[in-house]
């Protein structure tokens, strides 16, 4: 049974869904003013790998997964008037950047992907049913704002005491809150920014109270998981229960998943520190397999250490399964099968909290028999079932989708010698071969080396990858 480490209670728990063989999930996605970072990436493949882990236990048809864009907010106000930009212009340019990125990445898409700016007429429902109940209140500026004192376990997930939170707010002179913690529901509107209509005024919304409504309105007002990055813990989950169990009256969402933060060279990344890394770079430099085969290579809630080092060791280790699968006839779609050691152990690391990296260690000895047996027997019927099934377990984690010397072969980096010339040349070394022309063989075989070519011999005859 699936266990997941639930950040409400710190515990481990077996993940049991509200309706029997039903699972909802809703994952807080991108805020559109800039490219995808690194950090954004680990949070696309974390919940991609969870979802696919699910859709396996529970069937594709009965698992519904929502991960939402934020195209309204005070960071894209502010880059789209430094741009000088039509907001919509400003957040369909990055929205169609996150497709880009997350199509390379293999990750699938969302069963539902709302925008904010697209609902709402659920948001202002939502704050229109929380002043009802007087759990919201409209201040003297127009703002509406989440009357703290009316959620009683506030601060819970985030396991902080609200006392303490209270001392360490710098009240201003002029504040209009009822209280320093209150948090904004809806802003009233300012000269030249985008307002909607509203029964406070012409405004917009918090960022807080767009999750709750979008999450609620596609999901319902309870939900199986919710999912999303460690920085986003508190505030920003902290006031969706808040807000969420404040309009339902009853608990928001059962199990709560947090991935742990990146860093760049073992140093906290960080917009303000100027050490994020975009993920379209990183694919200019690395394939996208080695990208999510690194991100997954460690536990999902530890930290992430991003660097050269760490990169080369998950294009290293992929390189490895790939080539054990040259020469092989395999299918797309492989039935796994669940009834040996492999396969057991495999499904005991990811039954774990999602232990990515030991389902890893399970691929590497399965990878190891595959080697094994293949060299002893060649490609025996024996042989191209493990290395089917090595494929099958992989694929749950997006890893070996691709066609094996293809993956081998193909250039990254710009300025590569094309496979093109590479085949042109091992042509013409086969010819010196034959004509018992060594020194012009050897020379050949000596180019090839120095362009990052190597040579390899099989069973199945010679095949050639990059270094």
Known sequence: MLKLRNTFTGDKEKFIPMIDGKVSMYVCGMTVYDYCHIGHARVLVVFDVLS?????????ENVVYVRNITDIDDKIIARALHNNEALDDLTGRYIAAMHEDTERLGVQDPDMEPRATHHMPQIIAMIATLIEKEVAYQAQNGDVYFRISAATAYGRLARKNIDDLRAGIRVEVDDVKENPLDFVLWKHTKLGEPSWNSPWGKGRPGWHIECSAMSMHC?????DIHGGGLDLKFPHHENEIAQSEGCSGHKYVNYWVHNGFVRIDSEKMSKSLGNYVFIRDVLQEYK???VRYFIISSHYQSPLNYSEANLENAKSSLFSFYRALVGFELPDSIQIENDNKYSRAFFEALDDDLNTPVALSVLFEMLREVNKIRHI???APEVLAMAAQLKAHAGLLGLLKDDPVEFLQSAI???SISSEEVNGMIERRALAKREKNWEESDHIRDCLAAQGVVLEDSHEGQHWRRA
């Not at 696919?52 to 594709?60: A, H, P, S």
């Not at 999901?219 to 939900?223: H, M, N, R, Y």
């Open 52 to 60: 696919k882990y699910l859709r396996y236990i529970y069937g594709d």
């Open 377 to 379: 027997k060649g490609s």
């Open 288 to 290: 996208p397999e080695v």
């Open 219 to 223: 999901l319902g007002d309870q939900f």
């Open 413 to 415: 980096r710009p300025g």
